[in-house]
């Protein structure tokens, strides 16, 4: 079993910059593959990025590439995803999620399990 609880979302201007952290509980976070999706409202949920285990291997969806950075601490169990040029169209609540395989996927449902999410408005 995985808890995860995002943090670090909140209101910024477009262009700014935030940076979003998944605290993991459990003993296997370092042999999870994890993932960053959103949801915007009326919207269905959608790859952000995504991270394995090692930290070796990065996947990106193509509206964040060049502006988010995905990066994990498997010493503190803890996902990061750095969030720079931000604009209007990245407001969403964001999610972390986790899967025991150590393959990237872009599919929610192939993650196990989910955080709570935390909410993220880019003001323009």
Known sequence: ??????????????????????AASGRTFSSCTMGWFRQAPGKEREFVSAMSG?????????????????SRDNAKNTLYLQMNSLEPEDTAVYYCAARRPETIKVAAIRYDYWGQGTQVTVSS
């Open 54 to 70: 090692s930290g070796d291997s990065t996947y990106y969806a193509d509206s964040v590439k060049g502006r988010f950075t995905i």
């Open 1 to 22: 079993q995985v808890q995860l609880v995002e943090s670090g979302g909140g209101l910024v201007q477009a262009g700014g910059s935030l940076r979003l952290s998944c």
